[in-house]
């Protein structure tokens, strides 16, 4: 990864902003600016210096991992130590993002430096590192193809073993543990499995249930891979379907394609999801779908940009978003299809290739 390219795309945005110092301490963005992952950091940017502070937890691990920024352990509190190391080093204000910093951590800012530095810490009017890391770089891109297709093996693998029955925890402990024995570093979040009416639940979490005789299984499932996530979603069917039951999965794989058909540069965000709610709709099912068509992946399982109706922003190569419309009948069944897609110059590139042709198990 390359730090220092990094640290220098955010002085030009600094510079462009009339900030003279930054006070960043979102663990995510700290790792993609210096490459430490500990559990505490605080990184203070200037116009001319990076400092990296940390406590004695990390002293080998923080000189290991980080690069482009000088590594501060601090004696006692890590935050205080950037605190007061701003407060010396000649600037007049320090910014902060407030997306990521409560109220009492700023508080704690303000305390470390005393009454005599009023005003000294000044929120962003809009992030910094959001706009950043919107677009991943060649390292970055890498990284995330490998961990979508990791997902697509594990799910591959996973198939044959989902019959009427089983747990729906052993379902999803039987995908995470070889999601480890893999070299996964963990999940992307707490793994999906609902079967059933329990299908119909956009954010199911496994239960002890067993998987139904008849009826729709939705998993929904990420890896990280050296800091970088993955999601997709795919939804099956065990039994007989009805002719209700499969209309409405043909429906939602349409939407589904027809969004991944309209990834391009330039399309905007708010184009995307209408193209997935567009065909819902001319299925009556529109009512149905109860949330945005996707988001923006990276080091954070959600982040910019949102895939959503009323949504501005451009796709732009080098984004990485999902496209997962669904169709939910509460007490009935639900359906998601989800996928990995990064923006090309020549439109979408999907990274989870699992098949999507309508399994019946």
């Keep these: 990864m390359n730090h220092l390219r990094r640290l220098r795309a955010l002085r030009r945005q600094m510079k462009q902003r009339g900030i003279e110092s930054l006070l960043l301490s979102h663990l995510p963005d700290v790792r993609y600016l210096c490459g430490f992952t500990g559990s505490n950091a605080f990184l203070a940017v200037t116009t001319k210096r990076a400092v990296m502070f940390t ?14 920024a000088r590594v501060v352990i601090a004696p006692k509190s890590a935050r205080d130590e950037a605190c007061r190391w701003l407060a010396a080093s000649g600037v007049k204000h320090c910014a902060f993002d407030p997306e990521s910093t409560t109220i009492a951590g700023l ?13 000294f810490f000044q ?39 989902l019959k009427p029955g089983v747990p ?3 379902v999803a402990a039987l995908l995470e543990h070889s999601a480890r024995v893999r070299g996964a570093e963990g999940m992307s979040f707490e793994t999906i499995v609902a079967g059933g009416a329990r299908s ?14 008849k009826g729709f299984l939705t998993l929904d499932f990420g890896v990280i891979l050296k800091g970088y996530c993955s999601d997709m979603t795919r939804t099956v069917f065990l039994g007989q379907p009805t002719r209700r039951e499969r209309f409405t999965y043909d429906a939602v794989r349409e939407a589904q394609m027809a969004a991944v058909a309209a990834v391009k540069p ?15 709709r001319k299925a009556g099912l529109a009512d149905y779908f109860s949330h945005s068509t996707g988001h923006g992946v990276g080091l954070e399982i959600h982040e910019a940009p949102r895939i959503a109706a009323d949504q501005s922003q451009p796709l732009l190569p080098g984004m990485v978003v999902t496209i ?38």
Excluded at 55 to 65: C, F, H, L, P, S
Excluded at 132 to 153: F, N, P, T, Y
Excluded at 266 to 280: E, P
């Design 55 to 68: 406590d004695g937890r990390y002293i080998v691990q923080a000189k290991a991992e980080t690069s482009a």
């Design 107 to 119: 508080a704690h800012y303000r305390d470390a430096l005393g009454p005599g530095h009023r005003g």
């Design 123 to 161: 929120p962003l009017a809009e992030p910094l590192l959001t706009g950043l890391r919107l677009v991943k770089d060649e390292d970055e891109l890498l990284l995330m193809k490998r961990a979508a297709l990791l997902g697509v093996e594990l799910w591959n693998e996973l198939l044959p073993q």
């Design 168 to 170: 729906e925890t052993t």
């Design 200 to 213: 119909a639940l956009p954010h199911g979490r496994a239960t002890t249930r067993g998987l139904p005789r």
């Design 266 to 280: 330039g399309v905007s965000c708010g184009d995307i999801d209408d193209a997935a709610r567009s065909v819902l």
């Design 324 to 361: 997962e419309p669904g169709v939910y009948l509460a007490g009935q069944f639900g359906v998601r299809i989800e996928d990995m897609v990064a923006v090309t110059q020549q439109g979408g590139q999907v990274l989870t290739p699992a098949s999507t042709a309508w399994t019946q198990l």
